[in-house]
């Protein structure tokens, strides 16, 4: 078994920065791609970013390219979500997640085995 803790949410302006973190405990060699979900209210889970498990490949929604930075550190079995230039639209719950088929690649959530418990991100106007 895998557990995830984020951490790191909280209230910005926009414009503003946070840096969200995925703690990652147990089976943790099971792990492969991390991604990083967020859901608003009333909304689906959407895809934010993932991170192949050395680092090479990294993908983004279209909505946060060029503004939000997926990273990781395996000797801390810890995974960044570095988020820039904040806008209202960003607010929701951001959701850690981990795939532990080796070498796949998704934003697909569905193929995320492991999730954390959230951690809220609210920006105001």
């Known amino acids: 078994q895998v557990q995830l803790v984020e951490s790191g949410g909280g209230l910005v302006q926009a414009g503003g920065s946070l840096r969200l973190s995925c703690a990652a405990s147990?089976?943790?060699?099971?792990?492969?791609?991390m991604g990083w979900f967020r859901q608003a209210p009333g909304q689906e889970r959407e895809f934010v970013a993932f991170?192949?498990?050395?680092?090479?490949?990294?993908y983004y929604a279209d909505s946060v390219k060029g503004r939000f930075t997926i990273s990781r550190d395996n000797t801390k079995n810890t995974v960044y979500l570095q988020m820039n230039s904040l806008k209202p639209e960003d607010t929701a719950v951001y959701y850690c997640?981990?795939?532990?088929?080796?070498?796949?690649?998704?934003?697909?959530?569905?193929?995320?085995?492991?999730w954390g418990q959230g951690t809220q991100v609210t920006v105001s106007s």
């Open positions: 991170i192949s498990r050395q680092g090479r490949n990294t």
């Open positions: 997640a981990g795939d532990t088929t080796p070498w796949r690649t998704s934003s697909n959530r569905y193929e995320y085995a492991f």
């Open positions: 147990g089976h943790t060699s099971s792990l492969y791609t």
